[in-house]
């Protein structure tokens, strides 16, 4: 069982910027991670995922309309991951949510790949 806690969320003028944090409470080697939104009233959808292919080659992606923008990243050896969140809109208002896999994943923006999940860090985008 891995257990995740989100941080960093907060209220935000657009065009700033945010980290959001993950700590796993333990990692596996090849694991993937995500970050998923659930912006007021709609579904909840992929932003960014790191993802491994072998157990030391691992890959980023992201939905369209985060690239360029947001940039996730991970530190083992902490056992944490992360969302840089740069030029933020207020579109990207929302709750988000850190995802794990138990293993690889074949779609890393798909939700239905994620094992364990956070209890989610309001990110609310505003003048």
């Known amino acids: 069982q891995v257990q995740l806690v989100e941080s960093g969320g907060g209220s935000v003028q657009p065009g700033g910027a945010l980290r959001l944090s993950c700590a796993a409470s333990?990692?596996?080697?090849?694991?993937?991670m995500g970050w998923f939104r659930q912006p007021p009233g709609k579904e909840r959808d992929g932003a960014a995922a790191?993802?491994?292919?072998?157990?030391?080659?691992?890959?980023?992606s992201y939905a369209d309309s985060v690239k360029g923008r947001f940039t996730i990243s991970q530190d083992k050896a902490k056992n944490m991951f992360y969302l840089q969140m740069n030029s933020l809109k207020p579109d990207d208002t929302g709750m988000y949510y850190c995802?794990?896999?138990?293993?690889?994943?074949?779609?890393?923006?798909?939700?239905?790949?994620?094992?364990?999940w956070g209890q989610g860090t309001q990110v609310t985008v505003s003048s």
């Open positions: 995802a794990a896999s138990q293993g690889r994943v074949n779609r890393p923006l798909r939700q239905d790949e994620y094992n364990y």
């Open positions: 333990r990692y596996a080697l090849g694991s993937s």
């Open positions: 790191l993802y491994f292919t072998t157990a030391i080659t691992f890959y980023t």
